[in-house]
């Protein structure tokens, strides 16, 4: 029987890994030990090439080209709503630092063959609705995770606080403020249903069936997904796509039919020379 981790299909295909970056809990942590290490090293052994935000590839002559880390949103403290000239000149400063950053983004979105996003509904994210309609535009397939957000701790702290009318209302008050929403269905946000197609979006990963072939350590993310336990989770549904490409649903007929959205390219690698296309994986 074939390994289904043996590159095949997806040998050769280019994937863009998008998702909030800016307003995650902690920049530092999320790109040491965020989903997109543990997604790479996957597509890396189905053979695939993987472009990664946290980072990003050098480009010739412009050294360190858009590159983030856990300082780059500290700009952001310079941004004023002051009138006149110096504050045009603070705003102008501010969107000019990070237009690197987003030409890297949306060049490697342009290069790759599919998406893969991963969106919780209560992380605010500007980036990666542009990613993910940047690419739909170019009829890339988007496979989008849309995780359960459940908060244990909130509901821990409403018990704490029974007894104090004061903590409960001002816990109250936060939560319609921030507002504090729980997903626990992991339904995604309607206006992406019909941008993405009803059979790319996943409530979660599946790390546990591959946390000993990669050798992964026990970390949060494990923890996290062990409480939700997802239906549909993203990496077997790769390790299939790697062996056969996946219909679409067709509303009109009423069954799934071909999806011509999959365009992964057969390449032959001359001694001499780049890349040709020679077919198209099927």
């Known amino acids: 029987m074939t390994n289904p981790l043996t590159p ?8 863009y890994l998008s998702g909030p970056m800016d307003f995650v809990a902690s920049r530092e942590e ?3 030990h965020g989903w997109r290490n543990r997604v790479g090293d996957f597509l890396k052994r189905l053979g695939a090439t ?7 590839p050098e480009v010739y002559g412009l050294h ?5 880390d856990e300082t780059t949103t500290r700009k952001r ?10 504050g045009a000149a603070n705003r102008a400063a501010c969107a000019e630092s990070f237009w690197p950053a987003l030409h890297a983004d949306l060049r490697m979105v342009d290069t790759s063959d599919f998406v893969i996003a991963c969106c919780p509904t209560n992380v605010y994210s500007v ?13 890339k397939p988007v496979l989008f995770v849309s995780p359960p957000v459940r908060f244990p701790a909130l509901e821990e702290l409403r018990t704490h606080l029974k007894k104090d009318a004061k903590g409960s209302a001002l816990l109250k008050q936060l939560e319609a403020e921030v507002p504090i929403k729980e997903n626990t269905k992991a339904a995604p ?17 599946g790390w546990s069936e591959y946390k000993e072939p990669f050798g992964w350590p026990d970390i949060a993310l494990d923890r996290l997904e062990a409480q939700t336990h997802p239906v549909k989770p993203l990496l077997p549904f790769l390790a299939e796509l790697n062996q056969k490409i996946p219909p679409r649903w067709s509303r009109e ?9 999959w365009l992964l390219w057969k390449l032959s690698r001359p001694s001499a020379g780049g890349a040709e296309v020679t077919d198209m994986h099927s």
Do not use: C, M
């Not at 095949?8 to 994937?15: F, G, P, Q, S, T």
């Not at 980036?127 to 009829?139: D, L, S, W």
């Open 8 to 15: 095949n299909l997806l040998r050769d295909a280019r994937v």
């Open 30 to 32: 999320e790109k040491k």
């Open 50 to 56: 993987v472009f990664d935000p946290w980072f990003k």
């Open 64 to 68: 360190e080209y858009g590159r983030e």
């Open 77 to 86: 403290e310079e941004w004023t709503f002051e009138p006149g000239t110096a």
């Open 127 to 139: 980036g990666t609705p542009h990613e993910i309609v940047v690419a739909r535009q170019q009829r």
């Open 189 to 205: 946000s309607l206006w992406y249903l019909p941008l993405v197609g009803g059979e790319h979006f996943f409530d979660g990963f």
């Open 253 to 261: 007929k009423k069954q799934f039919v071909p999806n011509d959205d």
